[in-house]
């Protein structure tokens, strides 16, 4: 059974496995491999939603953790989390007119905006777990 520490350790797997899966979709439709990269996409917001319920239930119990980091890490680890947190709102309603859009076989609006909604999951993606690892493994609280 997990444990409210466990989560953030889960949260950091379930972006990087987004991100793998939104790499590997990309991948797929530039090679018009339509059914993988529909898998891959569909998995992809399964795995950000669990991540998402994950987070919420975390942060509802916790709250806000410190960052612990000094020096120039400091306003680096800020610049990657306000982007990362700015860009998670934003990029909610993006996948969901993005999936739509292919759900409802309107390709040619979904490759369309597929082509701004992509880079931006990526980042929120990547950066979630970069701000994990900043925040729970290289400049977290000893003891």
Do not use: E, Q
């Not at 059974?1 to 989560?7: A, E, F, G, N, R």
């Not at 496995?17 to 018009?32: E, T, V």
């Not at 998670?88 to 490759?111: E, K, N, Q, S």
Request: hydrophobic share 55%; charged share 10%.
């Amino acid at each position: 059974m997990l444990s409210l520490d466990d989560l953030p350790a889960l949260n950091a797997g379930l972006n990087g496995l987004a991100a793998c899966l939104l790499l590997a979709g990309y991948a797929f439709i530039r090679r018009r491999h339509i059914p993988a990269h529909r898998a891959c996409m569909v998995s992809a917001f399964v795995v950000s939603s669990a991540f998402l319920v994950s987070y919420c239930i975390y942060h509802y119990h916790v709250g806000d953790v410190p960052f612990r980091g000094r020096g120039w890490v400091r306003p680096l680890y800020f610049t990657i989390l306000i982007t990362h947190v700015s860009l998670a709102v934003t990029i909610i309603p993006l996948v969901l007119i993005t999936l739509w859009r292919a759900i409802t076989g309107r390709f040619a609006a979904h490759r369309k905006i597929a082509r701004v909604t992509f880079p931006l999951w990526l980042y929120v993606s990547v950066t979630g777990v970069a701000v994990y690892l900043m925040l729970f493994r290289w400049y977290a609280a000893k003891g």
